[in-house]
């Protein structure tokens, strides 16, 4: 059951907590949404996950998993045959994680508008908007009209590094083709505002025995 085809994915996307069948999709984005119905309903019939009010979360023995999960994902960042490669790279879900893992204890008392142009992209995959506050945060696909305080345009690839924490916010700033425009009180703070991926190397090494 675990060894099968985006089921260790699909548990990735529930340590963090309880998530709808969409946030799963969103963090997952090329998985069949009838293979995602079919591997919760596996793990639940095994007693891993739970589902209440239409949000599925890890039982305790789920969250025993968590270790593999930790593990598999230390083996990536350390393993070059697992290096990403460009086929791999996904503006909706490096989004969506960002979204998702935003310190909203960081962010400036107002709320803030960051646009995200992904230089190397179709339209369609291109541009994103993150609206934040302290309350609140959304990822927007379309431009709503507030006002844009800060607007971020890089390639897919260097962002995806820093967010792994392959890269600091001062190196990817220096590398070539990447533009950080708007309010200079928050191009200082916005690195502050992001924990990055959950595996990023930073925090495997935190776990380590």
């Known amino acids: 059951?675990?060894?099968e085809r985006w089921?260790?994915?699909?548990?990735?996307?529930?340590?963090?907590?309880?998530?709808?069948?969409?946030?799963?999709?969103?963090?997952?984005?090329r998985i069949p949404p009838a293979?995602?119905?079919?591997?919760?309903?596996?793990l639940r019939a095994a007693?891993?996950?739970?589902?209440?009010d239409r949000r599925y979360e890890l039982t305790d023995a789920g969250l025993a998993l968590a270790p593999i999960v930790r593990e598999l994902a230390r083996w990536a960042m350390t393993t070059e045959s697992a290096a990403l490669s460009e086929d791999d790279l996904d503006t909706t879900a490096l989004t969506w994680d960002m979204?998702?893992?935003?310190?909203?204890?960081?962010?400036?008392?107002?709320?803030v508008v960051l646009a995200l142009e992904f230089t190397d992209r179709p339209p369609r995959d291109r541009y994103f908007w993150l609206h934040l506050s302290k309350t609140k945060v959304d990822l927007c696909r379309e431009d709503t009209g507030a006002p844009v305080d800060l607007?971020?345009?890089?390639?897919?690839a260097e962002v995806t590094r820093w967010w792994l924490g392959d890269l600091t916010w001062s190196q990817l700033q220096q590398h070539p083709g990447v533009t950080v425009h708007g309010d200079r009180a928050l191009q200082r703070q916005m690195n502050r505002w992001f924990?990055?991926?959950a595996?990023?190397?930073?925090?495997l090494a935190q776990t380590s025995a």
């Open 1 to 3: 059951m675990v060894g």
């Open 7 to 29: 089921t260790l994915l699909i548990v990735r996307e529930m340590l963090a907590g309880p998530v709808k069948f969409g946030d799963i999709r969103r963090g997952i984005p």
């Open 151 to 156: 607007w971020l345009a890089a390639s897919t």
């Open 195 to 197: 924990l990055r991926y």
């Open 47 to 52: 007693g891993l996950v739970a589902v209440s």
């Open 199 to 203: 595996f990023a190397r930073g925090a």
């Open 99 to 111: 979204q998702r893992r935003v310190d909203v204890d960081a962010l400036p008392e107002r709320a």
């Open 35 to 42: 293979t995602l119905a079919s591997r919760l309903r596996t």
